[in-house]
């Protein structure tokens, strides 16, 4: 199965961990972007469609700065993006150059793929790079995206842009061999896992005892990446990047890396920007009737299965739910208001035309706008 889906991958979003590209003493690393970039082209040269999504702006800008650590004001770490980008792309462009391929360059910010309509246009504009045969080059555009400073990681924009694109195989690069049985640095005995099936509880521990050096979020934000993008059809492989040749070869059918299978049933483009792009505005607290027919009987959410309300949103929100002991289990857009919804929790549908003389929708979420996560 890995071998099939590896071998018949036609379009893959390749994203590579800033301590592939930079380092904070000498800036970029011009002879391994090159490699990187080789790599890509005998990729794109087998009529495959790449995308790369780099990290590496921020680590990039430090040298050049003059600063004699990775910055810790969200200034300064936006000073450092905007002075690295521009290098780290010029550093794509030379190197595929030499290959004969364009790129081009994409900042995104997480509110272009929370919009549906933005969203689409960014699609559109990605689709037609790649009918040019040009490889769009991503990155989060630091400069202006504060949370992404704070909290983001390009593993999750990966994931997302594996989506944007409709991918069929997100390609994580960074400085580790793949996914071990625990910390390959601490533990000797740690072996590598070449095969994920399900993303098991256990898998998920697995992820926490590894570190790569340089990455933010190390191997967890790499295995969540790969559990969202599973669930819209798409594999991941988590593969070394510094060993020249290798990704190529994996993509023949070869060893190395970690590979996760796509989950069997995906779920629709506009249901996975539900369960993914989006971020919640609120929670709704269900009672175990109320999480049994959504979960198990692909019912919508009526007013008389929420137990609370938490958070202050609109008709039309993201939201998410939550059974009695705060387990998040699905995520939804919702129809009413916080403020309706804590006048209407608990009552039956009928009892809210009472309260309000009109009753606009039967359902809390429609189950067309629910994902169960
Ligand atoms: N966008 C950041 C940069 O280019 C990296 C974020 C990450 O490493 O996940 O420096």
Known sequence: MRDQLLTQTKRLVVKIGSSLVASRDDGLRIAQIVSIANDLAQIHASNRQVVVVSS????????????KAYPKSIPLKQAAAAV?????????????????D?????????????????????????????????????????????DEIRFGDNDNLAGQVAHLVD???????????????????????????PLVEKFTKSIEQTAGLSRSQESRGGMVTKIQAAKHVARFGVSTLLLNGEIQGL??????????????????????SRKQWIAFTLRSKGLLQLDQGAVEALQQRGKSLL????????????????????????????????????????????????????LFGTREYEEVVHRDNLVIL
Do not use: M, W
């Not at 590496?56 to 600063?67: E, Q, R, T, Y």
């Not at 690295?84 to 004969?100: M, N, P, V, W």
């Not at 699905?330 to 009892?351: C, E, F, M, P, W």
């Open 167 to 193: 991918a069929d195989l997100l390609v994580i690069l960074s400085d580790v061999d793949g996914l071990y049985t625990a910390d390959p640095r601490q533990n000797p005995s740690a072996t590598l896992i």
């Open 56 to 67: 590496g702006a921020i680590v990039a800008g430090i040298h050049p700065l003059g600063l």
């Open 247 to 268: 990704l190529p070869s994996v993509l023949q059918g070869s060893s190395g890396g970690t590979f996760f299978l796509p989950h069997i049933s995906p779920l629709n």
């Open 102 to 146: 364009k790129v081009a360059q994409i900042l995104l910010t997480h509110q272009d793929l929370a919009d549906r309509k933005r969203f689409l246009n960014a699609r559109h504009t990605l689709t037609s790079l790649l009918k040019y045969g040009v490889i769009p080059i991503i990155n989060e555009n630091d400069t202006v995206s504060v």
């Open 303 to 354: 007013p008389s299965g929420i137990l609370d309300v938490k958070g202050h949103f609109n008709a039309g929100d993201p939201i998410t739910c939550t059974d009695e002991k705060g387990q998040e289990f699905a995520k939804g857009l919702v129809n009413y208001s916080s403020h309706i919804l804590q006048q209407i929790k608990g009552q039956n549908t009928r009892d809210i035309q009472k």
């Open 84 to 100: 690295g980008q521009s290098r780290l792309i010029r550093a794509y462009e030379k190197s595929f150059e030499k290959t004969g």
